[in-house]
T-cell receptor, first 111, second 114 residues
Framework: RKEVEQDPGPFNVPEGATVAFNCTYS??????FFWYRQDCRKEPKLLMSVYSSGNEDGRFTAQLNRASQYISLLIRDSKLSDSATYLC????????????FGTGTRLLVSP | SAVISQKPSRDICQRGTSLTIQCQVD?????MFWYRQQPGQSLTLIATANQGSEATYESGFVIDKFPISRPNLTFSTLTVSNMSPEDSSIYLC???????????FGPGTRLLVL
C-alpha cells in the first residue's frame, strides 16, 4: 500500500464550481499534513497546512480525519487559475521527518 | 520564505556522462533535500543532504550513482553519474529550517539523457 494515495483525476469542472479532493495516508503516527500545488512545469508550492481542527484560507478549506486517516481539500468558486495538480503531503515520523508526496490530483477548470 | 536557485535549469546529456546540479539558498537552512520527479509522477526523495557529513539516502538510491555535497548551510550539489535515459527527470532541491514545517522547493533542473 502506498504511504499517501490520491485520485489522479483529472477533475474537469466549470468556473464557479465547488470541487473536493481526498487523500488517504497509511502511517497513523504522521503528525503533519499539507496540500501543495504544482503548476505545469513548475516546482511544488505550499498551498496550506492541514490542522486537526480544519482550516480555511479564502476559497480553500482543508480537513483532517485522523480516525480514518484521510485529508480533504475543498475549493469553492473555482477559478481558471486554480487549474493545477494538487499534491497531498504527509510527514514520515522517522529520521529526518521527511515529507511523503501523493501522486497528485489534476484539476482543470474550464470557462 | 527561502529563495532557492538551481543550476542548470535544464540540460541534455549523453548516456554515460555525469551532470552536477547546484542548489543555492539565500539564507542558512538546517535541512536540504534532493527529489526526483519523473514524467507524470510525483516527487520521490533521493536523499537528505547533511552539512559536513555524508548524505542520507533513501531506499533505491546510492551514493555512487547520486553523490551529494553540502559544504555549508546555503549550498548543495547533486551529481547524476553515469547517466542513462532512465535518469531523464526533473531534479528538485528543497529546504526546510529546523522547527519549521514548511518546505520550499527550487525551480528544478530538467534533465534529458539521450
Amino acid at each position: 500500500r502506498k504511504e499517501v494515495e490520491q485520485d489522479p483525476g483529472p477533475f474537469n469542472v466549470p468556473e464557479g464550481a465547488t470541487v473536493a479532493f481526498n487523500c488517504t495516508y497509511s502511517n497513523s503516527a504522521s503528525q503533519s499534513f499539507f496540500w501543495y500545488r504544482q503548476d505545469c512545469r513548475k516546482e511544488p508550492k505550499l498551498l496550506m497546512s492541514v490542522y486537526s481542527s480544519g482550516n480555511e484560507d479564502g476559497r480553500f478549506t482543508a480537513q483532517l480525519n485522523r480516525a480514518s486517516q484521510y485529508i480533504s481539500l475543498l475549493i469553492r468558486d473555482s477559478k481558471l487559475s486554480d487549474s493545477a495538480t494538487y499534491l497531498c503531503v504527509v510527514n514520515s515520523p522517522t529520521g529526518f521527518q521527511k515529507l511523503v508526496f501523493g501522486t497528485g490530483t489534476r484539476l482543470l477548470v474550464s470557462p | 520564505s527561502a529563495v532557492i536557485s538551481q543550476k542548470p535549469s535544464r540540460d541534455i546529456c549523453q548516456r554515460g556522462t555525469s551532470l552536477t546540479i547546484q542548489c543555492q539558498v539565500d539564507s542558512q537552512v538546517t535541512m536540504m533535500f534532493w527529489y526526483r520527479q519523473q514524467p507524470g509522477q510525483s516527487l520521490t526523495l533521493i536523499a537528505t543532504a547533511n552539512q559536513g557529513s555524508e548524505a542520507t539516502y533513501e531506499s533505491g538510491f546510492v551514493i555512487d550513482k547520486f553523490p551529494i555535497s553540502r559544504p555549508n548551510l546555503t549550498f548543495s550539489t547533486l551529481t547524476v553519474s553515469n547517466m542513462s535515459p532512465e535518469d531523464s527527470s526533473i531534479y528538485l532541491c528543497s529546504v526546510r529550517d529546523s522547527g519549521q514545517e514548511t518546505q520550499y522547493f527550487g525551480p528544478g533542473t530538467r534533465l534529458l539523457v539521450l
